[in-house]
């Protein structure tokens, strides 16, 4: 579940637990005619300190209001290739 917030770049993710996630959206891409997203953590996106950086993949759908829905990707071979998709994405944008 997502509330979108006022900038289309920031999505706030409550996990089963009920704590809310201030989260960037890095990336949002198809694949075989379902999109994704890639997110990441505002706090961990500040933490200068860190070398890792922890990514969130979510299914990513427009409701009919606009409002942005996710849904976490329940097959392992699914994301998998969206994983290794939007890695090689990352790994393409260096350099």
Do not use: K, P, W
Request: charged residues 35%; aromatic residues 6%.
């Amino acid at each position: 579940m997502a509330e979108e917030e006022n900038d289309m770049d920031r999505i706030t993710v409550v996990d089963d637990e009920g704590n809310e996630l201030h989260c960037a959206v890095i990336a949002v891409a198809e694949l075989d005619g379902i999109d994704y997203a890639l997110l990441a953590e505002e706090a961990a996106l500040a933490d200068e300190e860190s070398d890792t950086l922890e990514l969130l993949i979510f299914q990513y759908e427009e409701g009919e209001e606009g409002e942005v829905i996710l849904t976490g990707v329940e097959s392992e071979e699914t994301f998998n290739m969206v994983q290794a998709f939007f890695q090689e994405l990352l790994e393409g944008g260096e350099g």
